[in-house]
């Protein structure tokens, strides 16, 4: 290898790397060991991880312990899928293209909208990428922010538009879990790009949508909702009451929580902006033959002739994870995703009406909410938390990681009864 690249030594294929920065001494490395020994080392370390495959998981905040059907493990993990590249030369990448193709087709039929891309990398940077798409469509720089947005988007959010020069993000006051629509009105005016809400918001209260949007369309704004996929079987449709831009986190449709990725950024539109969305789109044509084929229709991003006219930098799409997502959708159906959705919904408020009959502990909004809920709590959540740990289950989030207050309790379709009562029953110890 040497000799072919025309080095004398090792050191001749790192002279660029100053000395004064190179390692001077052995890597600390343990010996060598055989399969079986590695093997062995691997599960004692996986061992000492904290999972829901051995926990009851109350965590919610943007991920979300939902069942996963055994077939999308089976689907994805064909090596046509598993080890499939960009596919940039359609003649070889039919499948995969299809794959996207029925992945735009679902997610736009969920979220009601018009077109979607091919996926984007999580929901945060959607959130950013719907901000900065406004910013373009309107010529406008304010963004306004409704209601409680997850704290972890509005960072990435600010990142994003710091990064490129624009005016901060703008948040509206929030009483009982929710936008203030009196601040809200005072706060949207013709110098404003965008109104965003996330719906349910981090909370897990439902804001007044139909509102919002009225404020951002009678001031010439886009309307931008980020929308949990889940919760669109029981609520309706971003595209049904007036979203210029929906996104989303795509996490809870068939993708494992994973610690945290890799995850599914969904990002739709109505028809009229399809040229200024980022990422990819793939469409449907036909062949010489009159046979359908599938092929990248827009790809307005900087890797590609655009350039300097690129909507974004993003350069590659969660293909796996949108084909999880469209197998999911698949097997759920409309009539699944509405019972998946409904079950949720109800062991939300089940388990919450348990909670809220033990003495010290409150229910903190009265807003109505769909699969999440912030507890008043008569000791530290950090307390809970900890404690709960000990009997094999992830209490929720403590808000004070984020400056806020209370506990963040997540419910979905997984949690039994039995769940739900012996959790109420040792939250009572407290």
């Not at 990448?93 to 996926?119: K, P, W």
């Not at 539109?269 to 990819?280: D, T």
């Not at 509405?338 to 909004?365: C, K, N, T």
Request: charged share 20%; aromatic share 8%.
């Amino acid at each position: 290898m040497l000799a072919a690249a025309g080095a004398a030594s090792f050191n001749d294929l790192i002279a660029d790397i100053p000395e004064e920065i190179r390692l001077k001494k052995s890597l600390d490395l343990a010996p060598a060991l055989d399969e079986m020994a590695v093997r062995r080392q691997l599960e004692s370390l996986a061992a000492r991880n904290r999972s829901t495959a051995g926990y009851v998981s109350f965590l919610g905040g943007g991920a979300y312990d939902q069942f996963i059907p055994s077939a999308i493990r089976a689907i994805v993990s064909r090596s046509e899928f598993y080890t499939a590249y960009t596919p940039y030369q359609a003649e070889v990448s039919q499948g995969t293209l299809q794959a996207i193709y029925e992945y735009q087709s679902l997610i736009c039929r969920l979220y009601g909208m018009d077109v979607a891309n091919a996926s984007m990398y999580d929901g945060a940077t959607a959130l950013a990428e719907a901000a900065l798409m406004a910013m373009n469509v309107t010529g406008k720089e304010r963004i306004v922010v409704a209601g409680q947005l997850h704290p972890w988007n509005s960072s990435v959010l600010s990142t994003y538009l710091g990064a490129a020069g624009h005016s901060p993000v703008v948040q509206n006051s929030v009483e009982e879990g929710v936008g203030s629509i009196a601040s809200l009105r005072g706060m949207v005016d013709g110098t404003v790009a965008a109104v965003i809400v996330q719906q349910p918001n981090f909370y897990g209260c439902l804001e007044d949508v139909e509102a919002i949007g009225a404020i951002a369309r009678e001031a010439g704004a886009l309307f931008i909702v980020s929308a949990d996929p889940h919760s669109l079987g029981v609520l309706e449709a971003p595209g049904a009451y007036g979203a210029d831009i929906a996104v989303g986190e795509g996490q809870p449709l068939g993708s494992a929580q994973s610690f945290g990725g890799p995850y599914l950024g969904i990002f739709t539109v109505r028809e009229k902006f399809v040229r200024k969305i980022p990422g990819r789109l793939v469409g449907m044509t036909k062949d010489r033959d009159g046979r359908d084929g599938f092929i990248l229709t827009l790809q307005t991003r900087e890797q590609h002739i655009r350039r300097e006219k690129a909507t974004s930098n993003i350069c590659t799409n969660q293909a796996l994870n949108a084909l999880q997502a469209a197998v999911y959708l698949s097997l759920l159906g409309r009539q699944g995703m509405q019972e998946v959705a409904g079950q949720s919904l109800e062991r939300a408020h089940y388990l919450a009406a348990r909670i809220v009959e033990i003495p010290g502990y409150s229910l903190r909004f009265s807003a109505p909410f769909f699969r999440e809920f912030v507890l008043n709590t008569p000791v530290h959540p950090a307390v809970i938390v900890e404690r709960m740990l000990e009997e094999g289950i992830f209490a929720g989030i403590d808000l004070s990681v984020f400056g806020d207050e209370g506990l963040l309790v997540s419910v979905t379709e997984k949690r039994t009864k039995e769940e739900m009562d012996r959790f109420a029953l040792l939250l009572s110890s407290f």
